[in-house]
């Protein structure tokens, strides 16, 4: 497997790889690192579909890119996401799969068409003081050591960021600036999470900083991501064969492990409480999903808190047994072993009263209704205890809402704060009790916030024990390689899994990165998988990025006045000079 960039392979199309004919491959979960490793073994790898299966223990695809419609409860999702034109794999993908919405269109075009169409953009991206704007919004408040800090941060090498968390790498003045407000409300950062990761972070989207308080590079589905992005999936691959089985719990997977050589052998399984299970040759594949951001999870309703489940975890426990055959297998229990760090609960909110559409307008600046874009991606409420920030994307956000609904969503940092309004932990709130709590900070009027939370809206929280677990300080090898070295016939996938590129989590990005790489590795596929978009090393870029940091001061020159005139003079006659101009990096003459 290599790396590539630019046309000359990104529109190739590979051969058959040899014995491609012979290969069956079973895919361990069907999120959309399962579902994009299928496809990729189909497009590219010359498998038949009907020689790959996928095994499923829920009764529906899509993992963790969920949407539905809950008997008794209502619409839920558990998260959303954000996308950006640079998801390279992701879009060679989805160049490949027709859309559901429009004939002869993929869903690459689909989206490029509605983000083309209606451009995303934040008009409140914070509020405070119940709903009301923020000064200096646009501004990032770092200071000149916080500044120096985030440098240091983006300097540094891997190594000397490992097992580090990022208050141990940031101070004060930085936790407190609107950078980091932005920043972790955007990603779902915790100070006490990983300084590499945060690292990773800022060189993958540094091309970000300057519309970290409008979100205009980010982009957004027509519809929830079960929808818009599982569902023309599932449908193409059950169109070539694929076959899902689901109801499946996998709790374990055998390997013969000989010098050198790594060989799966069985997978083995649980199904409607009886064990089962398949013996692997070499020329079976295994493509195994370790660890789950969802794993657990569970939903409440309007009048039901939803509980913290941290019992048994078969996602989980799937990896620890395979973890302890050898350490190329990685150390979950790094990521998945403290769930008072990894956890925070989430809302879907379905308004059923025409008054709370019209906070939601005042603060987002555009109707709802619209059905174009509305808050354009999160608003953060400053001074929320919980650190609550919400949404509503475009509606209808579901296929079937009825037309007089907005669903929108809700997410909180600190789930075991007491709220504002409501003087209890999220985590052990109601959905009628979580949107008591948002309606008092959208500036609903106190004496009609219960009245609205009874009967306005319908809310169901979903608490969330791993949500950020793959955050959690870590050092090489405690995610296993997607290929560990030696292995023949198998490979691992999704969000803790190791790729070779410098790519970052908590992305479909890196779910749909992490099986090509597997697929391409295993079949020896001729075609490049695309490298991460290289923002990092552009020095426009870069220079973009400063300006913003620096809140548009301009760069000081120490020493003397003249000294900095005939500096600022022999820079004017430069490339540099100009590329300094251009992004107001030094003063007018």
């Not at 989590?505 to 090509?516: D, K």
């Amino acid at each position: 497997m290599h790396y590539s960039s630019g046309n000359y392979e990104a529109f190739v199309r590979p051969r058959k790889p040899l014995g491609a004919d012979k290969k069956t491959a079973w895919f361990l979960g069907s999120g959309l690192a399962g579902l994009a490793g299928a496809a990729f073994l189909i497009r590219d790898g010359g498998v038949a579909g009907e020689r790959i299966t996928i095994l499923e223990e829920l009764a529906l695809p899509g993992g963790a890119l969920d949407g539905l419609d809950v008997p008794d409860k209502g619409f839920v999702i558990r998260g959303g996401r954000e996308m950006e034109e640079h998801f390279e794999c992701l879009w060679d993908l989805y160049r490949s799969i027709p859309s559901l919405e429009i004939e002869d269109a993929s869903v690459l075009d689909e989206f490029y068409r509605v983000n083309k169409d209606d451009p995303n953009v934040s008009l409140q991206r914070v509020t405070q003081n119940r709903g009301q704007d923020v000064p200096d919004k646009a501004l990032l408040t770092l200071s000149d050591k916080a500044q120096r800090e985030l440098v240091e941060v983006f300097l540094a090498t891997r190594e000397e960021m490992e097992n580090k968390r990022i208050d141990e790498v940031f101070g004060e003045a930085f936790l407190k600036s609107n950078f980091w407000l932005y920043w972790r409300t955007m990603f779902a950062f915790e100070e006490w999470h990983s300084a590499l990761e945060m690292k990773l972070y800022l060189h993958r989207f540094i091309h970000h900083i300057g519309s970290l308080a409008d979100f205009s590079s980010l982009k957004f589905n027509r519809y929830n991501q079960y929808e818009s992005m599982v569902l023309p999936l599932v449908k193409w691959l059950e169109e070539r064969g694929v076959r899902f089985r689901y109801g499946i719990t996998v709790t374990d997977v055998d390997f013969v492990i000989q010098g050198d050589t790594k060989q799966a052998t069985r997978i083995h399984w649980i199904e409607n409480g009886v064990e089962g299970g398949v013996d692997l040759g070499p020329d079976d594949l295994a493509f195994i999903t370790i660890g789950s951001l969802t794993e657990n999870s569970d939903d409440g309703d309007h009048h039901t808190p939803a509980r913290l489940k941290d019992g048994p975890a078969p996602a989980w426990d799937l990896w620890r047994r395979i973890a302890a055959k050898d350490p190329a297998f990685g150390r979950p229990d790094v990521f998945g072993g403290d769930i008072p760090k990894t956890k925070w609960a989430s809302a879907t909110i379905t308004t059923l009263d025409a008054r709370i559409p019209r906070y939601i307008e005042r603060i987002a600046k555009r109707d709802p209704f619209s059905g174009k874009v509305v808050t354009a991606g999160i608003v953060t409420v400053k001074d929320s205890s919980w650190l609550m920030s919400w949404t509503v994307s475009r509606q209808p956000h579901f296929r079937k809402q009825p037309k007089d609904q907005i669903v929108g969503w809700l997410y909180a940092l600190f789930v075991d704060r007491p709220g504002d309004y409501v003087k209890k932990p999220m985590q052990d709130c109601t959905g009628e009790e979580i949107t008591q709590e948002w309606l008092y900070h959208l500036g609903v009027p106190v004496e009609d916030i219960p009245e609205l939370a009874a009967t306005g809206a319908r809310t169901v929280p979903v608490m969330m024990p791993y949500i950020t677990a793959f955050f959690m300080p870590r050092q090489a090898g405690d995610r296993p390689d997607v290929v560990p070295k030696g292995a023949v016939n198998f490979a691992f996938i999704g969000q803790f899994a190791e790729s070779r590129q410098r790519d970052c989590i908590f992305t479909t990005e890196y779910s749909v990165r992490t099986p090509m790489e597997a697929v391409y590795t295993l079949l020896d596929v001729e075609r490049g998988v695309p490298e991460v978009f290289n923002s990092t090393y552009d020095i426009r870029t870069l220079l973009a990025a400063i300006g913003p940091l620096r809140d548009g001061k301009p760069i000081d020159f120490p020493g003397p006045e003249f000294l900095r005139k005939h500096l600022l003079k022999k820079l004017e006659a430069t490339e540099v000079g100009e590329l300094l101009k251009a992004f107001h990096l030094i003063p007018e003459p």
